[in-house]
Nanobody
Framework: QVQVFESGGGLVQAGGSLRLSCAVS????????IVWYRQAPGKQRELVALISANGDTKYPDSMKGRFTISRDHAKNTVYLQMNNLKPEDTGVYYCHAEHLGRDYWGEGSLVTVSS
């Protein structure tokens, strides 16, 4: 059983920055992939960024340049740095961990970007 905890959301003005944290109860090296998703009001959940066990990162084209995923293995934590935020980035950001064939989700962290 892997526990996943997101934190760092909040209210920010357009153009501002936030850093989300995803703390997991297992070593990040043992988890196949840790993925940030987001769900905007009335929309489907979408992938924001991924980091694999070997440290490879992937982003959808729409997220490249403003969002950066990274990790601190000593803290078993993955971060999502979000810069130049836009109102359309508003949503609940979820952290997902895939470990030994099972999926684990956090409860989400709300990000609100005001115009």
């Amino acid at each position: 059983q892997v526990q996943v905890f997101e934190s760092g959301g909040g209210l920010v003005q357009a153009g501002g920055s936030l850093r989300l944290s995803c703390a997991v109860s297992e070593s990040v090296f043992s988890i196949n992939a840790i993925v940030w998703y987001r769900q905007a009001p009335g929309k489907q959940r979408e992938l924001v960024a991924l980091i694999s066990a070997n440290g490879d990162t992937k982003y959808p084209d729409s997220m490249k340049g403003r969002f950066t995923i990274s990790r601190d293995h000593a803290k078993n934590t993955v971060y999502l740095q979000m810069n130049n935020l836009k109102p359309e980035d508003t949503g609940v950001y979820y952290c997902h961990a895939e470990h030994l064939g099972r999926d684990y989700w956090g409860e989400g962290s709300l990000v609100t970007v005001s115009s």
